[in-house]
C-alpha cells in the first residue's frame, strides 16, 4: 500500500507525547477566549499589546472593506497594490527610520523571499541556532552555504565568517520566539560589518513591545540601516492584525519587487487588512502605557514564577518560557492548567530541541495582576500534586 507508513508515522508521535491538534476558538481574540464551550484566561497569544481586536483597528478594518471590497485581487506587481498598502509602506518606512518598506503577506514567506533573493550559490548564510523555522528553511532553500552558529555566540560567528566564501548574510531572530531572550545585536553588526557581511534581523516579537515607541529591538540599541541592512517585521504579532514587511534601503526593496519570489507570486494581503494596521501602527507609536504595563506585568510574573521555583529562562520579554523537559510532561501541565481556566501551549520538538519541551507563557497588557497571580497559583498547585 502506497503511503502506508503515515499512519505508523502518526501512531509514533502520539506515543512521543509529540502529536498536535487544534483547539476551535469562538470568540475574538483577547486574554478572555472561549474555547471549546469554555471560557478561559489567555496566556499564549502573541497579540502582545492587546490590538487584534481593538476597537480602533477593527473599524479601520471595516471602513477598508467598505473602500476596498475583500480580496486584493490580484499580486502587487498586477493589480493588486493598492493605496491602503501603499501607505502603509511609508509609514512602517518612517516608524522604523528606513528608506523604504515593502509589505509581504505573511513572515513565513517575507524571510524565505528575502534570504533567496540576497544569496545563492557561492554565497554564505550564517544563522543562530534558536532562529525561527522560516529563517532557517529560507537559508536552507537559498542554495547558498547555510552555516549554524551558537546560540547568541558572536566568537563562534567570528569563526565560520573568517571561513565563509562569497557574499555573507548573517541572519537572526531579535526576541527568540520560544525562548524570549535578545540577540546580541550590537556585537552582530559590529562582527558584520569587520567582515563585510550583511546582518538581517527578523523582530518579530520585539516590534511595538520594546523601545520608547515600539520601534523593536533595533530602535532600543539605535542601530541604523547600515548597521542593520535588512529588517524583517511581522504585523500579526505585537500591531494584532496579519502580514509583514522588509524595511531597508532603496536598493534592497527595489531588488525584493524585481526577484523575491514569494512577492512576485503571490496574492497581496488584503487591502482592508492594511487600513487596519495603520490605525494599529498609530497606536502602537502613541499609547506607550501599553509597553509600560506590559513591562510590570513581566516583572511580577517573573518574580512570582521564581518564587516557585519555576525553571525560567533569562527573557527580559513577553515570552516567558517554563522549561519542563518531557514533551509528555508539558503536554500534561498544559491540559491541567486548561482544566484550571488558563490557556498556556506546550511547545515541544521540532519547534524546539529534544528534552527542552517547555509552557509558553506569553504576556499582554491587557492582563490584570490578578491574572498573573492566579496562572501562578494554579501553577503551583499542579506541581505539587502532577509533577513534583
Ligand atoms: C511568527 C514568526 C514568523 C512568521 O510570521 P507569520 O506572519 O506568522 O508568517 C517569522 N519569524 C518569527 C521570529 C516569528 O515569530
Not at 506590559?294 to 510574573?301: G, H, K, P, V
Request: aromatic share 6%.
Amino acid at each position: 500500500m502506497p503511503f502506508s507508513h503515515l499512519s505508523d508515522n502518526l501512531d509514533k508521535l502520539a506515543t512521543q507525547g509529540l502529536y498536535r491538534s487544534r483547539r476551535v476558538i469562538d470568540s475574538p481574540q483577547g486574554i478572555h477566549l472561549q474555547v471549546d464551550g469554555k471560557s478561559v484566561i489567555n496566556f499564549c497569544s502573541n497579540d502582545y499589546l492587546g490590538l487584534a481586536n481593538h476597537p480602533a483597528v477593527v473599524q479601520a478594518f471595516k471602513e477598508g472593506a467598505d473602500t476596498y471590497g475583500v480580496g486584493s485581487g490580484s499580486a502587487h506587481l498586477i493589480c493588486g497594490h493598492s493605496k491602503a498598502h501603499h501607505a502603509l509602506e511609508e509609514e512602517l518606512a518612517a516608524f522604523t527610520g528606513r528608506e523604504r518598506v515593502l509589505l509581504f503577506s505573511t513572515g513565513y514567506m517575507a524571510n524565505i523571499g528575502v534570504i533567496n533573493a540576497l544569496v545563492g550559490r557561492g554565497d554564505t548564510v550564517l544563522e543562530d541556532r534558536l532562529n525561527h523555522a522560516s529563517l532557517l528553511d529560507g537559508g536552507l532553500s537559498s542554495g547558498a552555504k547555510f552555516k549554524r552558529y551558537a546560540h547568541a555566540d558572536t566568537a563562534h560567528l567570528d569563526t565560520l565568517l573568517a571561513q565563509a566564501t562569497g557574499n555573507k548574510l548573517i541572519v537572526t531572530d531579535g526576541v527568540f520566539s520560544m525562548d524570549g531572550d535578545w540577540a546580541p545585536l550590537p556585537e552582530l553588526a559590529r562582527t558584520a560589518s569587520q567582515h563585510g557581511a550583511w546582518l538581517m534581523v527578523d523582530d518579530a516579537h520585539g516590534l511595538g513591545v520594546i523601545g520608547q515607541h515600539g520601534g523593536g529591538l533595533l530602535d532600543y540599541y539605535g542601530l541604523d540601516q547600515t548597521a542593520v541592512p535588512v529588517l524583517m517585521g511581522t504585523l500579526g504579532k505585537g500591531f494584532g492584525t496579519f502580514g509583514a514587511f522588509v524595511a531597508g534601503s532603496e536598493l534592497l526593496i527595489e531588488t525584493l519587487i524585481q526577484t523575491a519570489r514569494t512577492y512576485i507570486y503571490t496574492t497581496a494581503l488584503p487591502p482592508a487588512v492594511a487600513a487596519a494596521t495603520r490605525a494599529s501602527l498609530r497606536i502602537v507609536m502613541t499609547e506607550t502605557w501599553r509597553r509600560e504595563k506590559l513591562a510590570a506585568l513581566i516583572t511580577r510574573f517573573r518574580v512570582g514564577a521564581g518564587q516557585l521555583g519555576l525553571h525560567l529562562l533569562s527573557s527580559p520579554s513577553a515570552i516567558q518560557p517554563i522549561m519542563i523537559g518531557d514533551s509528555q510532561q508539558a503536554v500534561d501541565v498544559s491540559k491541567a492548567l486548561l482544566a484550571a481556566g488558563f490557556l498556556v501551549s506546550a511547545i515541544r520538538p521540532p519547534t524546539v530541541a529534544q528534552g527542552t519541551a517547555r509552557l509558553r507563557v506569553t504576556l499582554s497588557a491587557l492582563h490584570d495582576e490578578a491574572m498573573i497571580d492566579g496562572l501562578l497559583d494554579a501553577l503551583a498547585a499542579i506541581r505539587l500534586s502532577k509533577i513534583a
